[in-house]
């Protein structure tokens, strides 16, 4: 079964990690975020995925150097501009030559959705599209979904002002496409598959729905982010778990290190205290620093104490600094 992934977002949310590194080839507990995603799909029937992209292609290539993950042949849809999720899963399928039904995923997002089931249910129902859905406490941030008993969707209403919304089950971006949903989405043309073209199903009475509990996180967001990872310190599955720290780790004797991930090529020194936080491969950090639920890719400066900081590969934050609840550098003076 093929599969698109769709990567092409500028990952805006997660800046400034995202200047320098897209965010599904930003690690999750040690492995990049696009290799666990598509090994997801390969455990649920995948053989094929068309990766649909724009921005920073070249980073992928270094992922998979040579287009596979395990058994996975790997391709990729370079669009010209962005076309929005619609746009692009249109342009994806014309380079794939998809003719049969295949799966779509946001590559964002990290579940133990048993994909196979999923597939299964699209069958039995004869939806042209089938969405899994999960359930979340603020369901205002995402697309959310009123299915009646069957599955069948009654409503489909992209970020709803709070408060409106119809129930607290949203998209979970896992999707089961039949061929012809590619007809609803126009070649080349900007479209928003949430805002457009799922209320256009609804309305044939033919967009269909199966929620689940499995683990489910969406990435997009630096504290989604941080937990994603710290999440993998005690997954139950084997394929999931992380290894709290790269055993090609830089770390003085002398450091202590609580309930975090440490990458490989990090390098600390001594006396420094890590707790709740990922340190990203290439992190540099001084001795006697204090690092607290933070995310660091750049330096962090000797005796600097850091609570809730967000360090991109270009950011540094000075020796003996106390910062809590910023980025650095911070999102406006970093390139869009
Ligand atoms: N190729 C391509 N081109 N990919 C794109 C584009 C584009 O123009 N725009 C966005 N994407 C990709 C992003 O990289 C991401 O993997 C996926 O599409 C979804 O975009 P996000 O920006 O992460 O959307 P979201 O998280 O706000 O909302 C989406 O996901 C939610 C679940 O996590 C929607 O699908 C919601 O309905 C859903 O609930
Ligand atoms: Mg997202």
Redesign the pocket.
């Known amino acids: 079964m093929q599969a698109i992934v769709?990567?092409?977002?500028f990952?805006t949310r997660l800046r400034p990690l995202t200047d320098t590194v897209p965010?599904?080839v930003l690690p999750v507990g040690q492995v990049p975020m696009i290799v666990r995603l598509v090994g997801q799909l390969e455990r649920g029937g995948v053989d094929q995925v068309t990766l649909?992209?724009?921005f920073k292609p070249e980073h992928f290539n270094s992922v998979f150097p040579d287009q596979r993950c395990g058994d996975v042949a790997v391709q990729y849809a370079v669009?010209p501009e962005?076309?929005?999720?619609g746009?692009?899963i249109r342009f994806?399928a014309d380079v794939a030559g998809i003719d049969e039904t295949f799966v779509v995923a946001?590559?964002?997002?990290l579940t133990d959705l048993d994909l196979g089931a999923l597939v299964g249910f699209h069958r039995r129902s004869g939806a042209e599209a089938t969405l899994h859905l999960t359930p979340v406490d603020d369901p205002s941030?995402?697309?959310v979904v009123d299915a009646d008993e069957s599955g069948r969707v009654r409503r489909f209403v992209?970020?709803p002002t709070p408060g409106t919304e119809p129930c607290d089950l949203?998209?979970?971006?896992t999707y089961v496409f039949e061929p012809r949903m590619l007809e609803r989405l126009p070649s080349g043309v900007r479209t928003s598959v949430?805002r457009q073209t799922f209320p256009a199903v609804v309305a044939d009475g033919a967009l269909y729905a199966m929620a689940t509990d499995d683990y489910w996180i969406?990435i997009?967001r630096p504290d989604a982010y941080l937990r994603a990872n710290l999440d993998m310190l005690s997954a139950t599955s084997p394929l999931s778990r992380a290894e709290a720290v790269d055993p090609a780790a830089r770390l003085d004797q002398t450091v202590t290190v609580a309930h975090s991930v440490i990458g490989a090529d990090v390098t600390v020194g001594a006396g420094t205290r890590i707790s709740g936080s990922v340190l990203l491969p290439g992190a540099i950090v001084g001795e006697q620093a204090i690092i607290e639920d933070s995310i660091v890719m750049g330096r962090i400066g000797d005796g600097a104490h850091v609570c809730r900081v967000v360090v991109g590969q270009r950011g540094e934050v000075a020796a003996a600094a106390r910062l809590d609840g910023v980025r650095v550098p911070a999102p406006e003076a970093t390139e869009p």
């Open positions: 769709l990567v092409g977002g990952g965010k599904p649909a992209l724009g669009e962005p076309l929005d999720t746009g692009a994806a946001n590559g964002d997002v941030v995402y697309g992209e970020k949203v998209n979970a971006g949430e969406d997009g």
